[in-house]
């Protein structure tokens, strides 16, 4: 629509190549739709491709179930892995993702992104960490061809 604008105020084609950043090819392809029906000639078709298999909705739905968290998906840790959000996806809708699929609805539709644990081992002892640090680790590094190309 900017090039048919273009069009309208007289400006050429070269004009839309520089300002718009498309080839001359599309801009001269561009002009004769213009030419021949107007803007009405250069409104797109919609959308390309095949339509995405959940709606709009569908996917509210299942952020819904994802916000509540794994427990109470049913779930017996509090860690989400994409396995279970395929799970959960499959519940909330009915339609099935395979893993690179369901990566793809977080990152693209929803605009989630992988997250680390914040959390750390119950397990870990800070206070053996540090002396194995100051005792060990200078011990390791002193032996020979130990970190040595």
């Known amino acids: 629509m900017r090039a048919a604008a273009m069009f309208d105020r007289g400006q050429r084609q070269v004009d839309v190549v520089t300002e718009l ?3 001359a090819q599309t801009a001269s392809r561009w ?3 213009w030419a ?3 803007r009405p000639a250069l409104a797109g078709t919609g959308r390309a491709g095949r339509l995405p298999r959940l709606s709009d909705k569908q996917i509210a739905e299942v952020a819904v179930a994802l916000k509540k968290g794994p427990k ?3 779930f017996s840790t509090d860690m989400w892995t994409l396995a279970r959000v395929v799970e ?3 519940q909330v809708t009915g339609v099935r993702y395979s893993i690179t699929q369901t990566w793809a609805i977080l990152r693209e ?3 989630w992104s992988s997250q680390r644990p914040a959390r750390r081992a119950v397990e870990r002892d800070d ?3 540090d002396k194995w640090a100051r005792t060990e680790w200078p011990r390791i590094k002193k032996a020979p061809g130990a970190g040595e190309p």
């Open 21 to 23: 950043g498309v080839s």
């Open 36 to 38: 021949g029906g107007g």
């Open 31 to 33: 002009y004769r739709a």
């Open 88 to 90: 959960v996806i499959e």
């Open 72 to 74: 109470d998906n049913g």
């Open 109 to 111: 539709r929803l605009g």
């Open 127 to 129: 206070e053996a960490i």
